[in-house]
Nanobody, 123 residues
Framework: QVQLVESGGGLVQAGASLRLSCAASGHTFSNYVMGWFRQAPGKEREFVAG????????SYADSVKGRFTISRDNAENTLDLQMNVLKADDTAVYYC????????????????WGQGTLVTVSS
């Protein structure tokens, strides 16, 4: 198993930047595909970004493409999400998640989840 703990959320104004981090412990971090998901109040959990085991492949939701960047450091067992030009619509609880094999946009295919970190963007 792998344990995941997110950090870095907060309250920012529209147009600002924020960097989320996810610290992993337990099983070998580099074995896992990692993803960032988010869930706004009253909405379903949605895919934000994903990254392959080596970091060589990434995927983004259309809504964040060009504004968000996912990265990982397998030596430090960390996953990051750099979020720029934040919008009010980005307000949500952000979760990191892990699975084997390949990047998926489907949250039900991820095996391990963090507890989430809240991002609030004021307009």
């Amino acid at each position: 198993q792998v344990q995941l703990v997110e950090s870095g959320g907060g309250l920012v104004q529209a147009g600002a930047s924020l960097r989320l981090s996810c610290a992993a412990s337990g099983h070998t971090f580099s074995n896992y595909v990692m993803g960032w998901f988010r869930q706004a109040p009253g909405k379903e959990r949605e895919f934000v970004a994903g990254i392959s085991q080596t970091g060589g492949s990434t995927s983004y939701a259309d809504s964040v493409k060009g504004r968000f960047t996912i990265s990982r450091d397998n030596a430090e067992n960390t996953l990051d999400l750099q979020m720029n030009v934040l919008k009010a619509d980005d307000t949500a609880v952000y979760y990191c998640a892990a699975r084997f094999i390949r990047i998926s946009t489907e949250p039900q295919l991820y095996d391990y989840w963090g507890q989430g970190t809240l991002v609030t963007v004021s307009s």
